[in-house]
């Protein structure tokens, strides 16, 4: 997940500073230590959310959603 994270920025000419990365489980880590801003799911698992610079809700109270809101639109 971390180098498709860096394979998109480059492609769409973003900063990878200026990237968000929403997981739960330790699959995303790759992805957390590269992106701008890691965020972890509610009901995430701990060793991710020692990794995450941010915390939203689950995925049942829309995490992700809250999580576009909290950092703008695109």
């Given amino acids: 997940k971390g180098e498709?994270?860096?394979?998109?920025?480059?492609k769409?000419?973003?900063d990878i500073k200026d990237?968000?990365?929403?997981?739960?489980?330790?699959?995303d880590?790759?992805?957390f230590k590269v992106a701008g801003a890691g965020v972890v799911m509610?009901?995430?698992?701990k060793?991710?959310?020692?990794m995450a610079t941010h915390t939203t809700t689950s995925?049942?109270?829309c995490g992700v959603a809250n999580?576009?809101?909290?950092?703008?639109?695109?």
């Avoid at 509610?42 to 698992?45: A, D, R, S, T, V």
């Avoid at 060793?47 to 020692?50: G, M």
């Fill in 4 to 10: 498709a994270l860096k394979f998109m920025a480059k």
């Fill in 19 to 27: 990237t968000v990365h929403i997981g739960d489980s330790m699959n």
């Fill in 59 to 61: 995925q049942k109270k």
């Fill in 47 to 50: 060793s991710l959310k020692a």
């Fill in 67 to 74: 999580t576009i809101k909290s950092f703008g639109t695109i």
């Fill in 29 to 31: 880590a790759p992805a």
């Fill in 12 to 14: 769409l000419n973003i």
């Fill in 42 to 45: 509610e009901n995430g698992m």
